[in-house]
Structures are given as C-alpha cells and as structure tokens.
C-alpha cells in the first residue's frame, strides 16, 4: 500500500468503488429514506464543488417535500449531536469523502 | 346670596325666577320693558279669550295711567314687630325689619377658594405632596393664596349671587395670565366640601375570565451523534464493499443456504414453542423430588438404615421388606411385563408395560423410575403396541432396547429431546425383518468392529435375530432359526415350516462370548453358539412347559437357572444334560434372577404373588424367604430384578404395580467369620462356592460314568 505506483492505483480504485452513496444511519421509512438518498446524490453531484448551494438545495426540497425545518450538513469532516425527529434523520456518506446528515427538528 | 330685588306684579312666582337672570343683567329701568315683552310673547296665541269674568273698561279707562313703584321692600314681612326691652321695661316697635326673602338655596359640595375652610384644606394638601409643593415654589409668583379666584367652579355655587359678585371681575379673570391658571389648574384638586360632598361611583362585577388551552404532544425525538472525518469515512466504505463480497459469495451457495436455513427456522420454532415449559421443567423436578422426600422419608430412612433385627433370632429364614411403590395412572390397566435396572444410575430402572393376555392386547407403556421419585415416572414413553421386554445398555445408559408383542423392536434414547421424545429413536420395520410374533427378551451386545451398537432378540417366530444400530436405521441379521428336532438348516427352512421352536428366552454368557442359551415354548433349553446358525451345541430337555427365563449365574462360568411355568425352577451346569437342582414353587414361575453379591442367592417370583428367596450355601432344599407380596390375591407376579449395588429387589405385577423390597439381613448372609482369619471376597471366592456345592452333587455322576 506505501509505494506510490500502487497507491496511484488504489487511489483511483478507491474513488470508483467509493461512489455509491453509503447510507450510514437512518430511522426514516423507506420510501422516504430512497427518496432524501436520492436527493443527496442529485445535490452533491450537482454542485460538487460547493457544498453550501448543495445543502442549501437539499434543506430547500426536503422542506417543500416533508414539510419544514429540515437542516442539512455537508462537509468532508464534522462532528455533530442533534435532537431530531424521529424517523427523520439520513446521515450517509458520499462520493468518498463526503458525510451528509439530513435531520428535521422545528 | 339673597336677591337683592323682587318684583311685585301678578305673575306667578316662577316666573319671576326666569325673569330674574335677566333683570339682574340689564338693570331696573330696562325692567319694565322686559316684562312687557314677556307678556306679549305669553299671550300671543291667546290673544282673543278674555275669561268670562273680566271687567269691561272703556277706552278712557284702558288709557289711564297707573303708576306703580317697585321697592326693595318684603310685602309679606311684618311691619309692626314689637319686641320687649328689658333696658326700658316696655314693649318697643323694632324698626328695621328684615326684608330678605329667600326663595331657593342649595348646599354647594364644594368650598369657595376664599373661605377659611378651603385654605386649611389647601394647607393640609400641601404637607402631604410636598413634591407639587416644591415645584410651585420654583416661581413664587404662583402663590396660591394671592389667587383670590382660581376657577369657575364657584359659578355653580349660587348663580345669580356669583353672577353678580362676578359681574365685575369677570372680565379680569379672563384677562389674567393663563399661565398660572392653566399651569396649577390642571394639578389643583377641587376642594371638596367635606360635610356634604359624596363621590357617587358604582362597581359592576366583573366577568370571570376563563382560559382555555390544548397542547399537543410535540412530535417524538431523539438524539444523534456521530462524528465525520475522512478515515471513518474510508473505513465505512471499505466494510460495506467487503460485505458486498461476502454477499456475492453466498448467491453463490444460495440454493444449499436456503434448506439450511428453513431447517434452522424449524428448529427455532420448535425451540420456541417448548421454551416455556422448559424454562420450567428442572426447577419443578427438583421440588417434586424434595415433596417426594417428605412425604417418603420413612421409606428412605428404611432403604438406607433399617435392618430386620428379628433375623438374629431366626437363623436361617429372612423377610423383604416393602419399601416405594410405583404405579402410574396412565398405565393402570398395563401389567408389567419387562424390568431392568440401569448400570450407570443405580436409582434409576426401567419398566416395560404390556400384556401377557391374548385377548386384552393394545398399547404399552415404556417408564422410567427413579427411587428418588416413587410417584410420577421420570421418563413416559406411549407406545402403540404392548411392550414384552426390554433392556438398557450397560454402558450407554441412555438407549433402552424396547421388544413389542406385535414384532418390533424399537431403541429409545433418553437423551432426545422432549420434543421427539414420544418417538424411539430406532425400530424395526416390516420391510426390514421385524419379527412375526411377540418379542419375549432383547440384550445388548457389545459393539461390533465398526463400534456399532447392536443388541439381540428373540421371538416366537422362532428366530434370534441381532440388530445393529447404523446411522438411523437398524440393520437385522438372523442368528439362528429354532427347530424342533434341533437347528434348522437353511434349505429346509419353508418345507419344515410347522417344526419351528418358539423362543421365549435366551441369556448370553457373561465370559464367553458366543455362548447363549436359548428357551423355548416347548421347555428345551438350547445352548448356541453365534457362530453356527444351524446348530444347537447342546439341548436339555429342560421344563414340560414353556421356560419363562433362563439366566447364566454371574460368577460361576459354568452353571445356569431356567424357571417355567411348570412351577419349577432348575438350575444346571451347561455341561451336564440334567439339572444340578430342581425346586418345586407350587405356582408357575414367571421369572427368576441371580443376586448380583452372591452365587449362591437367587430370587424367583410366582403367579400366586410370592417371591422366593433361595441362598444354595445356606439351604439347598427350600426358600429361606418366601413371601407374599401382593394386595389382592389374584395378583400375579411376573418379574423380578436384583438392584445391581443396593440390597433391594422390584417386583411388577400383571396389575401394573412395581414395588420395591428390602432384603433383610439373613437374606444376604456373608460366610461367618472366623477369628483371625480374614474373610476371602471377590468372586473367586464365590465361584468356589458354588463350585462346591456343584461338586457334591457332580460326584455320584462321575462315579456312575
């Protein structure tokens, strides 16, 4: 793993396997789980190089599609405790190096 | 103030105080005017009605002038008051009478500013706020005091008095600077004339205010926490593709998995439904056995210590003494046809119940008991054939060997589950060489070279089959077939069908492994051997009637006990074609058994409900014990079993009863010992005495040979 030559490799490797969105926790239902995944991934695609329009958009759908007070998190490092509502929490990760925390607290 | 003038005319006194006010404006002369006005107003519209009464008067009259002169003098006042003076001592008219007349006052609820009262109150006012005090002192113009009139307020003490007090001032008052006035006017209070001034307020009650609220119940949450970084990142993503390999390798074993699966899922749900029970069943067991102990302590402190003392006294004879009796409702109208003690716990023995009646065959009953627990049966197998005998492994003490009256044979293993208990774990089918007719004794045998279980049995079908426990099924192989005239050979087998023996019996020999005897319905006794399946080494004409059991003695190699239902017990030694001894017990003999401690003691039971008790050193002609044991007379006794350590026998009854006796003392004699000679032991030592016994009766033989 040290030498660089294969560590070129992997790192490619790496971001290829590591693109799928990797859901780490959630209490939501399906439906809605696979619709918020979704969302993310379209967002975080969408504006790859900036995390803030991406959250913003997500925060913006999630609040018209469940009703307010949707609060959204992304970043490549971040630590967090939130009070939520239940069944309304997504944290996943994405891309790699990108975590998403998706909660609904009014 | 009293009104400076009245008016003398005919006009009603209400008038003359509407026509006051203006008079007191416009002065006297203007008064006459006035009223003249007045009059025509009043009499305008009633210009031409003259009252009846009215003097008619000439022109000349109408036009004469009369003069009338308005004084300030009361008409009504007296004018000729003569008072008493005490100075002059005479009555003298007093000239100056009062001529004010008052026609209207009102007490006034408030004080003139002016009047003493007011400025005391004024003075009082002062002390208390001193705040406004203070203030007004700022400009000293402003004294109060100096106001000789503050307000209007007067005006509604007298009207025309103040009016006319005023005329004059009024003017000025309006000329003052208003600064003062407007700047005290708005803090100075009226000041109230305390002896006629009343506040009128009225209080309505309030309304109650009522609140009403709901409040839901917020939307549940919780918390969460979790930190993101990119190794914990990394790491998340390196598992879940591992789990996706594992993954992709089970699709692969998919179809294998899935039966496992299912399997484990029946498992589970069999474990699950008997949970509850099982949870249960140990603690239960263990308090059914300390109720048990209780109740039964008399019988367990008689097991352990009690010895029949009279045995001293009788020399030779002894007694059983009853101990536990086991019977269990289920199996009440079984009689017990099979019994066996198990090698490894001594407290535990097995109970085969069955039928010996053709007529009243149905279904059996396999227990399992222990002293421990002489009212419920440890272990309850249901069966749907009766049970005809049994035997459990001497070292494998779970697997009890099981013969049925209808052919089968079946292993139980007391290790299975409850749930699959019902169940034995073996049996014999008729695709795979049951027998076909009533299995009458099983025996297990040492495992064969591929350390198979196997055990043996015997039926009326004439054939002695062994039966080998392979995975789970039992594999038969026949031994030998039983002939009349002797072993029959194979070819012969279907011709000579009739002449087939029924076996009743049969017992291994403890030492040589092939040997075996074998006892048939007829009463001859056949000594075989495993290795020839169509020859009987040897065969005693042994009993008239069908042998019930024969039994190789423990210790001495040689000699065997048969018993019959021709009443007769005998016992042989194999090499001898006639018996060494015969006992007549003037009852059918349903089974005997050697005692485990000594060759020379035997035990025998009969259909009349007696056991037997023979110990051959001690007398060889006659029982040294022989009791009744049953409850009812008709009672049969059918077997008999020594326990393997403890002096106790159990004997079952074709009532379904088993009860468990004590030996007494006399009943288990030791050879006397002498003094300073230690006592031999061991079975040696008990070989030799029988072998001495044997000797004595062998000798006129051999002399006779």
Redesign the interface.
Known sequence: MAETGEGKKEEADYKRLHSFPLIRHTDMAEEMRVETMELCVTACEKFATNNESAAKMIKESMDKKFGSSWHVVIGEGFGFEVTHEVKNLLYMFFGGSLAVCVWKCS | MPVPTTVKSKKPPGAGLKVAKPASKKKDEEEGVDQGDGWDEWAQGKALIKPPDQLELTEEELKEEFTKILTANNPHAPQNIARYSFKERSYKPISSVDQMAVHFVLEGNLIHVDSEEARRQRARQDQTDEKPAAEAEAEPDEEIPENPVIEETSEIVDAAAAEDAEEAEVLGEEERPDSVEAQIGKKEQKVTNQFNFSERASQTLNNPLRERSCQTEP????????????W???D??LE??EKQEKNKDKQKTFSAKKEEDKLKKNKMVTETQSDDVTKVVKVVKIFERMVNQNTFDDIAQDFKYFEDASDEFREQEGTLLPLWKFQYDKAKRLSVTALCWNKSYQDLFAVGMGSYDFSKQGHGMLLLYTLKNSTCPEFVYPTSSGIMCLHIHDRLSHLVAVGFYDGCVAVFDLKAEEGGAAQPAFKSTAKAGKHTDPVWQVRWQNDDMDNNHNFYSISSDGRVVSWTLIKNELVFSDVIKLSLEGALPECLEVVEQPSVACGTSFDFHPKIDFLFLVGTEEGKIHKCSKAYSSQFLETYQAHNMAVDAVKWNQFHPKVFLSCSSDWTVKIWDHTIRTPMFTFDLNSAVGDVAWSPYSSTVFAAVTTDGKVHVFDLSINKYEAICQQPVVAKKKTKLTHIEFNPIHPIIVVGDDRGYVTCFKLSPNLRKKPKEKKGQEVPKGPEVEEAKMEKLLSLLREPDYNSV
């Open positions: 939307p549940p949450r919780c918390n969460f926490s979790a930190t993101a970084n990119q914990v990142i990394y998340a993503y879940e593709l």
